[in-house]
């Protein structure tokens, strides 16, 4: 079975440009995080989608924005890019219930220059 | 407060022993569910063990086993006979909230645990 497949694994931006990351769940899997990594603020949710539609948001300002499609892949923008936006941004797939794991992808790497 | 919270950043241990990773975490909800995963170096997140709020007894996974302290709100790591491979980021992770409550993770900040020869 295949696995959480995120596309590009690198990125390098500028200041003020925009950018577009992919995520292709585990088959099967309806409900899809994205997560950001920074070495300051550590693992942080940005927001899940679960049937196309968004389930949680976390506390991320309105220039990150994701949407879910009814294959369940999911895309997440993020708008006037900032050199704080600098991170390894991680998706995570799962099963509905609570005690099912969140599988994640190998993160795109995301640079701001 | 944090609902999650990690105290040790760096552990050393040597290999073939065993080693427990602290994790206590706070949160008002019934139902919840604590999570343990393994990030190496390359950043891919590993699932490693699951524990419910409402599982009478602690999980074991392999050379992994949680020690779930409910009334102490902790849920350590315990990683039996350790391998060089062990050497990784460790991160406690919690979901809260019911079947339906959706998916949001909040995690700790990680232990850097590395495996000497």
């Known amino acids: 079975k295949a696995g959480v497949t995120q596309t590009p694994r690198y990125l390098i931006k500028t200041r003020g440009q925009q950018v577009t990351l992919s995520c292709s769940p585990i088959?099967?899997?309806?409900?899809v995080s994205w997560y950001q990594q920074t070495p300051g603020q550590g693992l942080q949710f940005l927001f899940e989608?679960?049937?196309?539609?968004?389930?949680n948001k976390g506390n991320f300002p309105g220039r990150f924005s994701g949407r879910q499609f009814s294959n369940s892949r999911s895309e997440m923008n993020v708008s006037t890019l900032e050199l704080g936006d600098s991170a390894l941004y991680l998706c995570?797939?799962?099963?509905?219930?609570?005690?099912?794991?969140?599988?994640f992808g190998d993160g795109t790497r995301l640079s701001i220059l | 407060a944090q609902k999650i919270t990690q105290t040790q950043p760096g552990m050393f241990v040597q290999e073939k022993e065993a080693v427990t990773l602290d994790c206590t975490y706070d949160?008002?909800?019934?139902?919840?569910?604590l999570f343990w995963y393994k990030q190496p170096s390359s950043g891919e997140m590993i699932f490693l063990i699951y524990?419910?709020?409402?599982?009478?007894q602690n999980a074991t996974e392999g050379r992994y086993s949680l020690n779930f302290q409910k009334a102490r709100k902790s849920a350590n790591l315990v990683i039996s006979a350790s391998q060089l491979g062990d050497s990784a980021m460790y991160f406690c992770?919690?979901?809260?909230?019911?079947?339906?409550?959706?998916?949001?993770?909040?995690f700790g900040g990680g232990t850097r645990l590395m495996v000497k020869p």
């Open positions: 995570a797939s799962s099963l509905a219930g609570l005690n099912q794991p969140q599988h």
């Open positions: 088959s099967g899997h309806r409900s």
């Open positions: 989608y679960f049937s196309e539609t968004q389930r």
């Open positions: 949160t008002s909800d019934p139902s919840y569910g």
């Open positions: 524990q419910g709020s409402y599982d009478q």
């Open positions: 992770a919690m979901r809260e909230g019911g079947n339906n409550a959706g998916n949001m993770l909040t």
